[in-house]
């Protein structure tokens, strides 16, 4: 069975100034010399995404409004992101859920913007603690996962990206058997929703991801890379992630 090609995206957060060019710099130095067998992606807060495209490295946003233009002040568009050089942004991330009441269908009209931009939108989906510990957790991202995906979205605009809430910056990971679980249901959702085309749709994983963990979680079945927070800031960290893939 094809598999698709692994996607190692860096979420930088509200972290970075200009002088985090010369991080840029490094990981495409650290990249250039080895033979990397995934594709990367470093999404850095918008105030950097010019400062750092063009550097050798795939830069994204983390984040859009739903409609391309109008009286949304401090908003930022997906056709502003694509006029920037991105081809792909996060939607959904579980701190915008939270921080900010994303929904499900505010999450499916930002995927939906940004796939109309001819941009991949990244979906972010997982259970909180409380969820888990209430065994929820498959309900709980079949319907992220179902109320997520825009009506018009292909495999190829498409990449979900499977973090545990309690995961994110907490030091905690599952165990490779219950991130196997999600995945092959993440996986079935997805091939009823593309057929054979959901195959190569990519899922990561995501939740305190780092080099001495990466290559046990990357290894697990239906795992098609990796988001990263923390471990993404530095290029010899987020390169210790990525070199799992050479
Ligand atoms: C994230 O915020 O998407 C994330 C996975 O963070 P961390 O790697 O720091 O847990």
Redesign the pocket.
Known sequence: MAAPKALVAG?W?MNGLTASVDQIEKLNALVTEGSVGCDILICPPATLISALSGKGIDIGAQDCHMNVSGAHTGDISAAMLKDLGCHYVIVG???RRADHGETNDTVKAKAKAVQEQGLTAII?VGETDEEREKGETLDVVTSQVVGSIPENASADNTVI?Y?PVW????GKVPTTNDVAEVHAVIRSLLLDRFGDAGEMVRIQY????KASNASELMSVANVNGA??????LKAEDFYGIIKTYQ
Do not use: Q, R, Y
């Open positions: 979420n957060k991330h579980s701190e972010c990206a973090e995961a994110i910056g907490t995501g939740g305190s991801v988001l990263v927070g923390g471990a993404s």
